[in-house]
């Protein structure tokens, strides 16, 4: 099946194409051996500004696991309250199943 070339609203995609594509991260990152290899991989394939968001994802998974508030939240990572929320209804919806590795997560600065 081609893709489309160039950027692409995730919306434009149908639900086929969006699960391939997501199936070709998912296998690539399954790829790397170690941590490092997959560091270097991630850190050249992503743009600062997606690894900044990710990076952010997960920091605000941890803090709403610790129990900090939205507000503290807010003002330490400087995020807007959509992505808190966001983030913490998929933490109701599966949070229990990745809360301990996230919390063991050996980098901590949250």
Same mark, same amino acid.
């Given at each position: ?9 995730? /919306?434009?995609? !149908?639900?086929? +194409?969006?699960?391939?594509?997501? %199936?070709?991260?998912?296998? @690539? ?14 850190? /050249?394939?992503? !743009?600062?500004? +997606?690894?900044?968001?990710?990076? %952010?994802?997960?920091?605000? @998974? ?49």
């Amino acid at each position: 099946m081609a893709m489309p070339k160039g950027k692409v609203h995730p /919306r434009r995609l !149908t639900p086929t +194409e969006r699960h391939a594509v997501e %199936r070709e991260l998912w296998d @690539a990152i399954a790829a790397f051996a170690t941590n490092d290899e997959l560091q270097r991989f991630l850190g /050249r394939l992503f !743009t600062r500004s +997606e690894k900044v968001m990710l990076g %952010r994802r997960v920091r605000i @998974a941890k803090m709403l696991l610790r129990g900090k508030s939205y507000e503290v939240i807010k003002r330490t990572l400087r995020v807007g309250e959509s992505t808190i929320l966001g983030v913490d209804q998929w933490i109701e919806e599966h949070g229990e199943e990745y809360s301990r590795k996230l919390l063991r997560s050996h980098q901590d600065r949250c």
